[in-house]
């Protein structure tokens, strides 16, 4: 049984992973999300913060107002968040804000991250909502994307392409 749940989220993660390519090839540092309710992926979004030059342009963040619009409301109860990097404060605070479920993450942020590494703003009792968390789906994958994205990136910046 847990294969099968493990494999279930991976469908969706490889959805979100796709995502993460996108945003690399638009220079963006490469995170996907997706948005699935009931079976059907209802949201989507990768970084564009280089892209938009939008501080706020993270993948979480784009993919829950696609779901929002798709819903036609703020609250997102019974979806399930996919992103390939955990959430960082402001991401995670949109999660507790939109209702969200849960959220299911690959890697984890050591300097950033807000769901588990540095603050786990998801599950704290003292907020209005709480969701679930799960890490390490797909997680040498991922690693594996960003590994490449940042040393693409260090030898683009001493002139080795």
């Not at 969706?12 to 540092?29: F, H, K, P, V």
């Not at 960082?88 to 050591?110: F, H, Q, T, W």
Request: with cysteine; net charge negative; charged share 25%.
């Amino acid at each position: 049984m847990l294969n099968d749940k493990h494999s279930k989220h991976e469908h969706w993660m490889r959805q979100a992973l796709a995502e993460a390519r996108e945003a690399a090839q638009s220079g963006d540092i490469p995170v996907g999300a997706v948005v699935v309710r009931e079976g059907r992926v209802i949201g989507r979004g990768r970084n564009q913060r280089e892209a938009l030059q939008d501080p706020t342009a993270h993948a979480e963040i784009l993919a829950l107002t696609a779901a929002a619009e798709y819903l036609g409301s703020w609250r997102l109860d019974g979806c399930r968040l996919y992103v390939t990097m955990e959430p960082c404060p402001m991401c995670a605070g949109a999660l507790v804000n939109s209702r969200i479920e849960e959220c299911i993450y690959g890697v984890k942020d050591p300097k950033a991250g807000a769901v588990d590494s540095l603050y786990h703003l998801c599950e704290d009792p003292r907020l209005n909502h709480r969701c679930r968390v799960i890490s390490g789906i797909l997680l040498p994958e991922i690693e594996d994307s960003l590994k490449h994205f940042f040393q693409t990136l260090r030898s683009r910046d001493r002139g080795i392409e």
